[in-house]
């Protein structure tokens, strides 16, 4: 099945009507490690987002593993997880209250949250800091704590927006292992960056949006050999960067 669906996206913001979407088409398969790349502002946030249910769209439909998601948010939102370029989490809390919390919002049962909780710690390192509180920790270590609570309810769609900011190279690395994992226990995984060797490396596709459209969407094979055939790859040996700037640069056109 599908993982997400999305159709005919529309957003537009201000009083000048800046697309952030626009008739966005977007398909992701299932247990697949998906990125969204795009130059600022071309709607890569507002697009999960919208996604996770975190902002309405002005047109389109949104499906979530087959639900939809505009009439069904609270089904389809116990299927995300969400974490944001920016951190979210309470600076009074310690890891482990921090995540004892969000489990029982998505009503993990107890025994199983804490198992989990101390699993998902102890694999970002953050285990001697699980009773500490989270307003002293550095912007990795509570991008950490963040990841941990959107996981805790064992998600089927992990979205995350730019999730390595702000990580050192160790972090940075037990976060994209932890991510690979997941995949391959069966997940779905979509992330926006604008570090596109991680793009390049991880993900099983790429989906490059400008000005609040997909110009372009397929393996990394794909995108070389171009759309309709076009070499765009030079002989299949360009990285995703020239790709990226060809792409980008042409729609600007």
């Not at 697949?32 to 507002?46: C, Q, V, Y």
């Not at 921090?98 to 029982?104: D, M, P, R, T």
């Not at 690395?173 to 932890?178: L, Q």
């Amino acid at each position: 099945m599908d993982a997400l669906i999305l159709q005919g996206m529309s957003k537009r913001f201000g009083a000048t009507g800046r697309a952030a979407g626009d008739r966005l088409d977007l398909r992701l398969r299932g247990g697949e490690f998906s990125a969204l790349l795009g130059p600022n502002g071309a709607g890569k946030t507002t697009t999960l987002r919208i996604t996770a249910g975190l902002l309405p769209a002005d047109a389109g439909s949104v499906a979530i593993f087959g639900v939809d998601a505009l009439r069904r948010p609270i089904e389809a939102k116990r299927l995300i997880a969400w974490v944001p370029d920016e951190p979210m989490i309470y600076d009074r809390l310690t890891p482990t209250e921090y995540l004892a919390f969000v489990a029982g919002l998505w009503q993990v049962p107890q025994d199983a949250a804490r198992r989990g909780a101390d699993a998902l710690l102890d694999r970002l390192g953050l285990g001697p800091h699980r009773h500490e509180r989270c307003g002293g920790f550095s912007k990795g270590m509570r991008q950490k704590v963040a990841l941990a609570g959107a996981l805790i309810h064992e998600p089927r769609l992990i979205i995350l927006d730019e999730p390595l900011t702000g990580l050192d190279a160790g972090s940075s690395r037990e976060v994209k292992d932890m991510l690979s994992e997941r995949v391959r226990a069966g997940a779905t995984v979509l992330l926006t960056t604008h570090i596109l060797e991680v793009a390049e490396r991880m993900a099983q596709r790429i989906g490059i949006i400008s000005a609040g459209r997909l110009v372009a969407e397929g393996t990394l094979d794909e995108l070389r050999a171009g759309q309709d055939g076009a070499d765009l790859g030079r002989r299949g040996q360009a990285s995703l960067e020239d790709i990226f700037l060809r792409l980008v640069a042409e729609r600007a056109a």
